[in-house]
């Protein structure tokens, strides 16, 4: 007999697994399932094992889940040791990466909820993604195998999308309404190579910003060693954000050869030049490690200068943690200490270049996707990705605005003053489009 039966779902890590995790709560909503955000009959976990936390995460959300007595299904990235003590749990089952899109099916086949609560594509999208941004997978897997990362051994090789199934999808998402599509991917700049030649990142971005309508575009993590001419050449598109996720990992080239990547700090520091050039109140933020085996205070302290020379608008900080299967998991580790003092010394360094950051956007105009309501402030936020809040309700989703004032993370904005009445003409630099 069929029933009411309602889901929760725990993602942890990127936004590869936010994306896929979404694309199963709209599966199961289109099936007659409804979805809480906690306290579900059954809870799915789509799991992370990139870092130590990840993993001590997915571990507390599988106590919290055999404590509370629902039914649990795993999924998603899993270390081997975390995916040895589940096999031998008979109360847990779990979905292999590949087989994740196929959970909203075998859930259906096992539960049995009510075709009555079925929603149409369209409401399970909204309901699923629950903003006004909508992420997009492109491509997933690496085989890059940097020295510390489990990815490549948990995702595979890159899997690109084919374009054809990638722009219906934003297609359809733009006719929901969505505003803002953020594409995504494990090796987002790898996009497209594993395809026919002439298939890049590049050129499926070229064909979404040719479309009329009124949305905007943002990459999420690229890799510099990825940032190619042709990518270089359409960062002005008015339409694409002018934010741009780029990992450094360390600014010490002895660390950076040790971790495996194919890049210099000069090189790295070269390519962002290029594109403050071409726009000068970009937002670049970045990923750093610090504390990599073998880490001097000397290389630490060249990251330190990378980091100030590079002015992140912001800079997410992973205290170095070894993983099963890497290279890096054989080396000597630091002692955590030396870890915890360089990431307060980062930490203290990104607190100031964020701020000065958004102190030179006072007095610029600002394009704001207006999120929501918070306190008794509107809140959105700007194409190159800082939050802004306004005291005055803004006219529109999309609205431009002038920063106004330091406010919390963000900047708080005047409505009347430099704003356009709408449109999507990005004023922060010349764009030539
Ligand atoms: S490029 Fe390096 S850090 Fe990024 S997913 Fe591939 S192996 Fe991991």
Partial sequence: MSKNLSFSIFTLGCKVNQYESQLIAKGLLEFGFTMKERGGDIYILNSCAVTARADRKARQIIYRAKRERRKLFITGCISPTLLAKLKEDEEITIIPQEQKEQIPGFLREKFSPSPRLALSPREATKIAIGRKRAFVSVQTGCDNFCSYCIVPFLRGKPKSRPPKEVLE???QLLQYGFKEIVLCGIRLGKYGRDLEEGISLA???????????????????????????????????????????????????????????????????????????????VNITTDVIVGFPGESEEDFNQTLNVCEEAEFGKIHIFPFSPRPYTEAAKWDDLPP?????????????????????????????????????????????????????????????????????????????????????????????????
């Fill in 169 to 171: 999808e934003i297609q």
């Fill in 203 to 281: 050129s499926l971005l070229k064909e979404i910003l040719s479309w009329e309508g009124d949305f905007r575009i943002r990459l999420s993590s690229i890799e510099p060693m990825d940032f190619e001419e042709e990518l270089i050449g359409i960062v002005t598109h008015p339409k694409l954000c002018p934010h741009f996720h780029i990992p450094l990992q360390s600014g010490s080239d002895k660390i950076l050869r040790a971790m495996g990547r194919s890049y210099s700090a000069g090189e790295f520091l070269s390519l962002i030049e290029v594109i403050r050039k071409r726009i000068p109140l």
């Fill in 337 to 433: 200490q030396i870890k915890r003092e360089r990431a307060k010394v980062l930490h203290s360094l990104e607190e100031k270049l964020s701020f000065s950051f958004r102190k030179k956007l006072i007095g610029t105009e600002l394009w704001v996707l207006l999120q929501g309501r918070r306190g008794n402030m509107w809140e959105g936020l700007s194409h190159n990705y800082v939050k802004i809040y306004t005291e005055e309700k803004p006219p529109n989703e999309f609205f431009w605005c002038c920063g106004e004032e330091i406010y919390e993370g963000g900047l708080k904005a005047n409505l009347r003053k430099g704003g356009q009445d709408n449109g999507t003409l990005c004023v922060l630099y010349d764009s030539g489009w």
